[in-house]
């Protein structure tokens, strides 16, 4: 069973910065491309940025040149380095496995508020 634990998280104001980790557990971590994920409300989820196990990332384009995501294959983690945050980042995010899709597990979130 995959278990996936962020953290890191707050409450920010606009242009200010966070960076959420995500330690996962029950799987090889090393062989999966992994993602970050975000839910504001009242919206579907979104895959925000990508990395494949081999370090290559792409981003949405919303995020693009602001976020950076990066992994540590030897501590299981994969981290999303949040700058310049506007109030529409506002949302809980997750780290799951990255394209094709998602696992079915999620775990419980890391909620970022960025205040105006």
């Known amino acids: 069973q995959v278990q996936l634990v962020e953290s890191g998280g707050g409450l920010v104001q606009a242009g200010g910065s966070l960076k959420l980790s995500c330690t996962v557990r029950?799987?090889?971590?090393?062989?999966?491309?992994m993602g970050w994920y975000r839910q504001a409300p009242g919206k579907q989820r979104e895959l925000v940025a990508n990395i494949t196990r081999l370090g290559s990332t792409d981003y949405a384009d919303s995020v693009k040149g602001r976020f950076t995501i990066s992994r540590d294959n030897a501590k299981n983690t994969v981290y999303l380095q949040m700058n310049s945050l506007k109030p529409e980042d506002t949302a809980v995010y997750y780290c799951?496995?990255?394209?094709?899709?998602?696992?079915?597990?999620w775990g419980q979130g890391t909620q970022v508020t960025v205040s105006s």
């Open positions: 029950g799987i090889i971590f090393s062989i999966y491309t």
């Open positions: 799951n496995r990255g394209r094709p899709r998602p696992f079915d597990y």
